[in-house]
């Protein structure tokens, strides 16, 4: 691999229905990193609870990852199909939340299996655990469970189905787009608090949640800052917001990267300034991750590792993989990510490989996550949820 210049950011999606509610979930309280609050909010002491780690979506895990790993155990299930698309959430204790086609399953720390629930047609990106324990899971309608797997209620949208990943509020409020009815709040019963219908008709995207309860989501080629209550705060056109979802900084800047004929990364104030952009060619769909110096990694098409600093191209780790995919970076700002065969990297933060480890078996695998220990998980097509640790 080789060490050049450097490149960054994108997003994925989030998604949710109409609805039938019973055994409404308890309130809870805490959050975990980010986007939490008494009463509501993600749960407390998840190293993973959502999609790209937390409601800011930063892809930034809390603890140090392996330094020596190697493969700990392997989850399969038969007749199953995984995807790279739908990643796992991981809750408080340590249980993994691991979309399937058709049903999530709670896997423990030793990778044994607790529970399977079906859920619907299919899976729509990452599961989102709140702080009562009720697990919210994506797919052709949004699905609340309750920590045990039962089905608490679920969400069918009017038309199409869901758009990508649900977000939690402080609140308990459940944040999600659907594909063709726009982006929509519920209660932590199902019910629909507001709605923002789309103009041309796809939605999308994941939710972003600041820290002032600002909702940041990407619509209608427009980049959109939303209230808790779904007033419209400022808009921003953007080239295509289809699979884009925004990340916010620890400064309040929201980035975001669009993969069109004009596409490329975007840095916008928490105002609605644009304040940086850079046409590369990275992948809307699978979003950057941020580091706490604030430097920006993301994969581009051709599977250069980019990183950014300050709004400047700092360094490209040429083809650091065979895959474009979403990047993982720890608290030592050490970054791992998975290739089309299976490998996981590890490169330090001036993209020096520091080391790599083949899972045998085939296929390719998705973006790794990271438990509290520092366990990464990935998922393989082919081979399930892979554990890998010292």
């Not at 474009?324 to 020096?352: E, R, S, W």
């Amino acid at each position: 691999m080789k060490l050049a210049l450097l490149g960054i950011v994108a997003m994925l999606a989030i998604g949710c229905g109409g609805s039938k509610s019973s055994d409404q979930p308890a309130d809870g309280g805490g959050d975990a990193g980010n986007g939490g609050g008494t009463g509501g909010g993600l749960a407390q002491g998840s190293p993973w609870p959502m999609f790209r780690h937390g409601t800011n979506h930063d892809g930034r895990a809390t603890g140090s990852g392996p330094k020596a790993p190697r493969e700990l155990w392997r989850f399969t299930a038969e007749n199953e199909f995984f995807s790279n698309y739908c990643p796992p959430s991981i809750g408080a204790d340590g249980t993994i939340y691991l979309p399937a086609s058709a049903t999530l399953y709670a896997v423990g720390p030793d990778g044994q299996r607790k529970w399977a629930a079906t859920t619907s047609a299919h899976c729509k990106g990452a599961p989102a655990v709140a702080a009562d324990g009720t697990i919210y899971v994506s797919g052709d309608k949004l699905v609340a469970l309750a920590p045990d797997g039962i089905e608490r209620w679920s969400f069918l949208p009017p038309v199409d189905e869901m758009g990508g990943s649900p977000t939690v509020g402080a609140d308990g409020s459940i944040f999600v787009a659907t594909e063709a009815a726009g982006f929509y709040a519920l209660t932590p019963q199902g019910s629909t608090r507001w709605t923002k219908p789309t103009a041309n008709g796809s939605a999308k995207t994941s939710a972003a949640l600041a820290a002032d309860g600002t909702l940041y989501i990407a619509q209608d080629a427009k980049l959109q800052a939303l209230t808790a209550d779904g007033v419209t705060l400022w808009e921003a056109p953007i080239a295509d917001s289809q699979h884009v979802s925004p990340l916010i900084g620890s400064d309040g800047s929201v980035y975001l990267t669009v993969s069109s004929l004009n596409g490329g990364l975007y840095a916008f104030s928490s105002s609605g300034a644009a304040r940086w952009s850079d046409l590369q060619k990275v992948s809307a769909q699978f979003p950057p991750a941020i580091a706490a110096d604030g430097t920006l990694y993301a994969m581009t098409f051709t599977g250069d590792l980019l990183a950014y600093r300050g709004g400047t191209l700092a360094s490209t780790l040429e083809k650091a993989s065979l895959n474009q995919d979403m990047p993982l970076v720890d608290a030592d700002g050490v970054v791992y990510f998975a290739d089309n065969i299976c490998t996981v990297h590890a490169v330090d933060a001036l993209g020096k490989p520091l080391w790599s480890l083949p899972l045998i078996g085939g296929g390719s695998c998705g973006a790794p996550i990271m438990a509290a220990e520092g366990r990464i998980y990935v998922v393989s097509p082919s081979m399930g949820l892979i554990a890998i640790g010292d």
